[in-house]
């Protein structure tokens, strides 16, 4: 039985932005993290081509999103010009090239005079931008926050800014996945589905997975106004940021935890898959930030583990929830250290749970079947916590680092299919889901029952575990 | 003598909201606690029955309430459409069957574009969704915050979003209990008075005594731009938060604490006393959300003590409020444990005192006249500390549980009167009290002189005298 | 030498609110503290012979002001009616007996559709109401903030309503002085000066030096969005609120730290004399709260002290300022305890200095010159701090309580004059100053040198000094 | 190679407030740390000429700023007009005899009512003071906040009414520097830059270095709503006020930590020391506060420090940011100690490093390459940190007492050039830099290599180093 809040929510057919897009997390690529302004037509098609190759088109990775600093000012039409060094057969081209390769097409402007990195912003000029993005055949727009002009500081004047270009973009007849990039300020989260189908709900993600650094000063989960939300914000800050109001995201309309840096090179293997199993946890769009032409193979398994992106993709839509956090436990240099537990409804009748260990050493965690389901009546009160559960190892068929090194060097299109990976456009997730797919349900590991559940975990890791009742 | 401020209060005949409802806390029931979406015809009917049999009905508790997901979206002509599945005879004839039993009718909607649950809300039609409401006979309305795009923030916006429906519902000329359901947000506390009988101070309640969940963040009493008041709120959470401005309840317009979780199953039955006691002694709102086809005996027990309704529906309308607090006491494992006293006038000059203890102990608590009186004079200087007062204990005459076994059990009408309950119909509360009805005075249980005044109480639970001047 | 600041607001003429009115915090007595609603005719002619019996008036003052409770509605017509049982001569000719006097008349509205009391208020109403004071020969009017409809929460909003009234008043043509009682919302201290002559920085104040009180929640002087400023508000609480932004005030333009409690009962001797130090210290307002029909001789010889008064309508009209604060010291059970050290200049050249022993024992405050001096130069670096200073204590030469008795026992008439008491009105605080008036200048103790500065303070109390250079 | 937010940023060209100015940070001279309100046409001259005998023109402080208190009220034509006793020959003649000496001219007004000095100010008279201020040729406007009549609270209002003033300096078609004194009120660092060259980010500061002071109550530098940014701010508070957003700060608008204090007599002189490296480092605008008639030789040689200087004028223009802090050290009186390590990135590819001793006792700091360059890439992934890094001390070559003494001794234009000093009119500092001129570069003083890098501090002062790459 599922609690009475996901009964509301799925007896509802109704969605906010009812642009039908986004029903799940959107996945994909962007540029930033890895080459900010360093763009070009030639990255965004060797981008697409290692997609395919690298069967992560096929896992769900099917946006190519050009990011910052394509623009080259504004013509006195009023209409903005793309910078024709970068993009000499324009953008339009671009699509087409995305498009027949079964990927689509994004772009990215700011809610600004300029965008962050003070190229041409859309502010005023949404009608015209937004004609020139559907003209382009784009598919996606992230739309950032930068040079406001002072339009913030209140959730009805970020609204009406940013519904000025979820009126053009409509207005276009095109469909594109709308993105805000509010960092999660002036309480995005409260009205951000009504025109969106995913807000930011921090500052700018940086390769970390916990260190505080003084440019993200918002560590206060409860504070809309911190002075700064700011650019180099952590693994943890960022999962602490939404942890109040990860319900918020439902089909349709996601929170957004920013572009993944998996790969990237400043986390370790075991942070990287706490990273990427958290941001599918919570549901956040699923945004490849790595440099696909310099992957390394262990990043690529963790970005195609289809056990975890079930859980991205997972038919409910519904985040797992924070349900205890320890603070007193060992701290590291930058007085940082915590574990805790997740956990949340998986389709159809499943429940995901994670030990996330951010403490400075080995740790065992424990919980129970009452802390586990408290969201389905607390105090144990939920009949889910007189059932024995059989617990599934999401990462346990994570690929190999040898075959996911073949995978990357072999020659374009010999691979496809290597140890049959999976492919979620002839399948898709739900479907996989419904005929057991051993692919998304990892490996059995062990039971939970009533009484303490005690789980090791190493230093900054995690486990992930779907439980099924043996019922 | 009462305090200056109670004077004034007293002296003025004025409402703000002068609809001439809630002169009292209203109570009733209401379905979304237990059931959620789960709403029909046949359980408001059933329901009603319940509180009819029970001696609810007799008790107080007139309303029906239907929460939310009774919509079927809206037509073109603009009006909101009943799901037909649900209200096979429509909604007007649900409002007969309650007024014929001498029940009222109260409904839900949302100052958003849905409702919580997703379903249609009246943002932007409150004039036709308020006509719709009079035309079915509907007697209160609660009125929910669930995506109002961005229209809120400060105070003004939210009272003129909800001011809009306000005034559609006085323009249908039919009294109609106007509910905010606001989370506290905006400080409805300050002019939520003006346009409505009460007014939601917390996020929603759930069904634990003190359990702090990541998804009711906002535990700060004083923060009013905390991010997400939240769902999971516990009793103590909410009661922490209302406790400084309870004194904004008065008759005509409460602070509301959200309905009441007695008997639904996850706290303790000393628990469930504590939380109904709390509500009543803060003039809250007392809206029965148990499930009446599965009440327990000692839900029943609880929630017809009229010694305890008494004070809810005293005359003065005045909340106690928190003379003290102590938070050096044992913890429990989410790091909390307190205990509080509260006091407050009651008609006609009696005092209420309440011991809670919300630590992880039994404990002594301890205190003195001065301070149960400190708001009639600080410091020892009221009158009252001088005197001596019998201690009247409320929860000394709780049904016994196989009465209440009996009158759950019974067929339909044949136990109406059981041990002499208390008819408020025919004897109102104020009535009551001035003829001394023992029912609504307890059992004197001891003394309250000068100097300290200690009283054991378990964990979780408190005790709740009426006080009594010698004189 | 003055600070630069200081010579920057001396050098100036122009004055915000330009009625001419409160050069000098505005002095009274005002009936709230003490009675509440019951407030007559008879009670303002009887209080306002008890202030010229009893020197009052000759020290300062003069205004009488009538607060809640006086309304009874308001006409078709638009005007508010005054209730008829309680003023029968109505209150025009209330003015004229006090004028008559030498006194002047003040009154109370709400910029709310009710008053706190719950009476008929000012919002939208403004025009007829001030035309009504104006032609009741009206001196004064206290402007509170209840039941404003939601109008409030940033500084523009809150500035605009009560500029309604401000307008009102001066287009009547009629000087009256406007008191804005805002409870130091949306930042009043940052605009009241430009439309009134002064503005409430707190919760309203309650009998009790220092006890932390549920109602009054709000304790962080920083926070200007705390939920309730309350209603039982402690002399430490409202100092400590005050203290950032304690030069706001200025000639024409005052924090007002609500009235004085002194005399009520609550407190002791010591604390009502640290009450009424500190706020003076602080150029409050000081409004007697007081019954005088009833006043004790031991709060008479508060009231009336003219070395402490001249301190309040000093002509720099420059408040003191914290230059210390010490929190490491014993607290009592309410977790409160502190000593401060407050500092500013007098005039000519003197400087006030005043030793607040808040702590819960007996104490040795210990200061130098470099502090008392710091805002004239930090680090020692003011000229002020090579120099000898003598110290006069500003309570050596308080009223003997026998003195005291006979003043307030004599027949009406019969005692003006006893000991010589200081006469404002033929005699202007400045010119008592310059004549080198020893009943302004208090007694000559000792001498502060370079080096350390240590005092005796007992618990809760102060001491409080005019320092003169001896060059 | 830089990090990718320093590629966006130069590799755009746009630039927010396009009137071309401040380019880097500007530099002067304003009257208001050291002499407040007693400013005169004398005062201005003979400023001015020291500016150009002590060479500090020719380092590069080329504004001089009048401040507040020039005003004599405004005329019946809507023009203010200026105090004839204190500027006998008018403002244009002052511009006219700075402007001979290849000097800029600045003045002050408020947008409020009054100016915090209570003069006339320009709120609502914005276009009728722009012209004037044009007209008399003058080059550079301090616009002040107070007296604003409650327009603020959020950003909006405050942009909207700042932006009255930068619209109506366009329209004079001159080119005049902007500078907001804000305060660092409504989020001013995310929209100065679109009106303005630079934004007061704190309270104004005093000359301490690091005593906290109740008249400057805004500590919390994520607190954007703080009751009073205040007017004793020290040193170390306005650095961690800003520390979360230097990266606002960018060519063309900058972070304005107030005026500098460096000779006034409150610091010690390696505090004065600390203050003026740490508001090079952070890019803000450069403006000696001090009195240049009695200006001492030690102040002189800490102004004048062209390899200081070259970093505030670095041709990147990006702020150096805070990487760690360590407040587990000795406190002094106040409470207060703290060590802060910054670092960020000169021209061409070098890299300052800040050591800076705020605690109460010389200590040895201990960094890394890792966290030196961990904006470049977290966790030791920057190619930076593999390599070898010569250090370069910028105090090293710090002008000798003797021969500053000379310099402020010696008859005007005798000393020109002496010992070679810096002319920043001559060759840029950028041209300096590409030159390898070692008045810019320091002395190198050690190398820092992969591994722990420890640096002795004494208390109350900084060590500040150039690193050039030794590959």
Redesign the interface.
């Known amino acids: 039985m599922l609690s ?2 996901a ?3 799925l ?2 057919s ?3 932005v009812n642009n039908g897009l986004a029903r799940t997390p959107q996945m994909g690529w962007n540029n ?1 993290n890895s ?4 763009v070009s037509e030639a990255l965004l098609l060797d981008t697409s081509r290692k997609l395919v190759d690298f069967g992560l088109r096929d896992v769900g990775y099917n946006y190519v999103l050009l990011d ?2 394509w623009q080259d ?1 504004r013509g006195d039409d009023g209409y903005i010009r793309v910078d024709e060094q970068k993009f000499p057969h324009g953008l339009k081209w671009v699509a087409g090239q995305l498009h027949d390769q079964g990927l689509l097409y994004g772009m990215y402007s700011s809610s600004g ?2 965008t ?5 912003g859309s502010l005023d000029h949404e009608e015209e931008d937004a004609k020139s993005f559907a003209s382009w055949d784009v598919d996606y727009l992230k739309y950032d926050n930068c ?14 800014r940013y519904n000025v270009m979820a009126k053009a973009l409509k207005a276009t007849k095109r469909d594109i996945l709308f993105s805000l990039c509010t960092w999660g300020e ?2 995005v ?3 951000g ?2 025109i969106a189908n995913s807000w930011r709900v921090s500052g700018d993600i ?3 997975f916990n ?1 505080p ?3 993200c ?2 560590t ?9 939300p ?3 914000c952590s693994v943890m800050n960022i999962i602490n940021r939404v ?5 918020k995201g ?1 089909p349709g309309g996601w929170n957004d935890l920013d572009m993944l840096e998996v790969g ?4 370790s293997d075991a942070e990287y898959v706490a990273h990427f199993s958290m941001w599918a946890a919570i549901k956040s769009p699923l945004l490849i930030g790595a440099d696909l032409r310099t992957l390394s193979p262990e990043a690529l398994s963790i970005l195609n583990n289809p056990a975890v992106i079930a859980v991205s993709q997972d038919p409910l839509g519904k985040s797992a ?3 205890s ?1 320890n603070l007193t436990v060992p701290k590291d240099q930058y007085g940082e250290g915590e574990t805790q537990i997740w956990s949340g409804p998986l389709y159809p009748n499943d429940q995901l749970v994670i030990f996330l260990n951010a403490a400075n050493e080995d740790l065992e965690i424990i919980t129970s079947l009452d802390e586990i389901f ?2 389905h ?3 144990g ?1 939920a009949p889910h916590t007189k059932e024995k559960w059989d617990l599934y190892d999401l990462w346990a068929k994570r690929m190999d680092t040898s075959v996911a090194k073949k995978v990357i060097n072999s020659p374009p299109g010999t691979l496809n299919g290597v140890k049959g990976w999976y492919n979620s456009t002839e399948t898709p997730y739900k479907a996989g889901l419904e005929a057991g797919d051993e692919r998304l349900l990892g490996t059995k590991v062990g039971v939970a029952a009533p009484g303490e559940i005690k789980v090791k975990v190493p230093r900054h890791s995690l486990k992930m575990y779907r439980m099924r009742s043996q019922k």
């Open positions: 009475i809040l009964q509301g929510l007896a509802a109704v969605v906010a930033w080459l900010g302004c360093d910052d600093c000012g005079e300029f962050c990195a003070r190229y041409e040079y406001h002009r002072g339009r913030f500081g209140y959730p009805e004047v970020s609204f009406n002036d309480y989260h409260t009205w589905m009504s940086y390769d970390h260190r650094d003084a440019l000063s918002c206060d989960a409860k504070d809309p106004f911190c002075v700064a700011g650019t180099h942890a109040p109001y990860v319900d439902a990237i090179g400043g986390m929830a924070l349900v956090r408290v969201r009546g607390p105090g009160s």
